[in-house]
């Protein structure tokens, strides 16, 4: 894998737990939002982080690390994601997968291994308007309804969430979600904020508190526990 950062502890992005996370490089969308387009598009100067030196510090603070998040990029565009997550379950911590969903057959080997505790997927816009807000021209929705009905019916703890983005997002758009996941155990809503690494700034902007309450409202008709992250 393509390693390109690493936080060494958290407690946000491993919900109710302290966590690292890992960062990886590439990515088969290229949302146009996205906060990490350096990452995404190849572009980062980063230097690479040896996966050795990773596992080192993991294993040194491993008495007060309780999991790793493994991010990106998209983690399952790898075939040796496998390999260095048994590597981090052998120091004996869990581990948080975050996915566009793109590769079900990935997350579902992942499970069946034991080898993640927890999966964040990002539901990016209504099915419809998909390929808008993932940067591409035309997509195939079928491996993401894949991965969503097997952690919508599943035994693997899990997260839906997705960023909100004025000149993308409609909230008829949040109706047709709220459809498509109703039910979900965790539906979180981010609020768009621009970032100087993100990959087009065109059209787009932070949606307003008022459209935010609205968008919450469509959602909690169909997803009762869904919440705005960062706020009560």
């Given amino acids: 894998m393509q390693i390109y950062g690493y936080t060494q502890l958290t407690l946000l992005d491993y919900p109710g737990k302290l966590a690292s996370t890992v960062f990886v490089g590439g990515c088969n969308y290229r949302c146009p939002y996205c906060h990490n387009a350096d990452l995404v598009t190849g572009t980062s100067n980063l230097p690479l982080i040896p996966e050795a030196s990773i596992l080192r510090h993991i294993l040194k603070r491993k008495n007060a690390l309780e999991g790793v998040c493994i991010t990106g990029g998209e983690p399952t565009i ?119 690494k993100q990959i087009s700034y065109k059209g787009l902007d932070t949606p307003s508190k008022e459209k935010m309450t609205q968008i919450l409202e469509v959602c909690r008709k169909y997803i009762p526990s869904t919440v705005i992250r960062g706020e009560g």
């Fill in 78 to 196: 790898y075939k040796d994601l496998p390999g260095f997550i048994e590597k981090i379950k052998d120091i004996g911590l869990l581990v948080k997968l975050d996915t566009n969903g793109t590769n079900p057959a990935m997350v579902k080997y992942l499970h069946e291994q034991g080898l993640i505790d927890y999966v964040a997927m990002d539901i990016k816009s209504s099915p419809s308007d998909y390929a808008v807000a993932v940067g591409l021209g035309e997509i195939s929705m079928s491996e993401i309804f894949e991965t969503a009905e097997f952690l919508l019916h599943g035994d693997l703890d899990y997260e839906f969430r997705t960023t909100v983005v004025e000149g993308i997002h409609s909230v008829s758009d949040f109706e047709k979600i709220g459809k498509w996941i109703k039910g979900a155990k965790r539906y979180f809503l981010q609020t768009y904020k621009r970032s100087e």
